[in-house]
């Protein structure tokens, strides 16, 4: 099985909701960027938690065939971006993100949030 855009969004999304991800935003950046289509941003309650969500969005889309185009602040875990072509997802630590406020890149954009699942 394998994955093309729009259904590469929604497994991502599923897969990091799964490894309770936080305070999960999309936006849609069609026709307004040229790096992406989907940006999306999450959190881990800590840097190991970050870490994990990133491991379990890589091996639930490794499974179906996608591998991250490129993948950055694994180490650290504060910032972590993975880079799926049709989407751009950021894990943050949540003090990371409040500082660098994605969010305001986007204004405008037509955005999804979910709940988080206690």
Known sequence: MTLEG???????????RNAKAHNMVQFDVRGKSVLTDYVL???????????GVCERVREGLK???VRPEGLEGEREGNWILMDYGAAL????HPEI???YDLEKLHVGCP????????
């Open 97 to 99: 993100r409040s500082y």
């Open 6 to 16: 729009e259904d590469w969004v929604a497994k991502i999304i599923e897969v990091a």
């Open 63 to 65: 499974d179906v065939g």
């Open 41 to 51: 941003i999450c959190e881990g309650r800590s840097q190991a938690h970050g870490r």
């Open 89 to 92: 997802l950021h894990i943050f």
């Open 111 to 118: 955005m999804t949030t979910w709940e988080d699942e206690e």
